[in-house]
């Protein structure tokens, strides 16, 4: 049986990577003649947090985001381990729910881990399922973070999303699957 791997690895069979630039967060890197972006800071992965409120609303949050110069619509997301070396997926999700939201869950299920923009960057997100909500604070993010939170009946979720788009935010794509995985496994089968 022949197990040789012959996918195309852009030209460079040296796992030598370049550092063209490195910032506070982000790194530019070569590997052969792919340049691609890492984050400096954490385990390269986010966490997406899939959250619904008991009276079935669905928690988005929205801020600015520079590289697009534009408010942007989103789940609650965070960084895992950037600033806890000890980081699980579990535990970001939990934590970035509180600090965006000002939601606690009882419990969460990691339910989907891969990349992001496999082209451009090393990151991996993981879409966690957030159960059995309890407010505990407001939300809004902390330090100079500036999270507005918007609770949205579930049953109205797409149409809102799409009136944001509309008046000029930006949506950020994975609001899709996220809505999707809301009732349902990456499998296709019942949550």
């Known amino acids: 049986m022949d197990t040789s791997d012959t996918r195309d690895t852009g030209g460079d069979a040296s796992p030598d990577t370049e550092t063209l630039y490195e910032g506070q967060w982000l790194r530019l890197s070569r590997r052969g003649k792919w340049e691609f972006a890492e984050r400096t800071h954490g385990k390269g992965m986010a966490v997406i947090i899939i959250a619904v409120t008991p009276d079935d609303r669905v928690v988005f949050v929205d801020q600015f985001r520079a590289p697009l110069g534009s408010r942007t619509i989103e789940m609650p997301a965070g960084l895992v381990g950037d600033d806890h070396a000890d980081d699980t997926l579990a535990s970001a999700a939990r934590r970035e729910l509180i600090e965006e ?28 399922r957030a ?41 950020d794509l994975k609001l899709w699957a996220g809505l999707w995985m809301i009732d349902r496994n990456p499998d296709g089968s019942p949550a």
């Open 101 to 128: 939201t000002g939601w606690e869950a009882a419990r969460v299920d990691v339910l989907l881990v891969g990349p992001t923009s496999s082209g451009m960057s090393n990151e991996r997100i993981a879409f966690v």
């Open 131 to 171: 159960l059995d909500l309890t407010r505990v604070g407001a939300g809004g993010g902390i330090d100079d973070e500036d999270i507005t939170v918007h609770e949205v009946p579930r049953a109205e979720a797409p149409a809102w999303l799409m009136a944001r788009q509309a008046e000029g935010y930006e949506l």
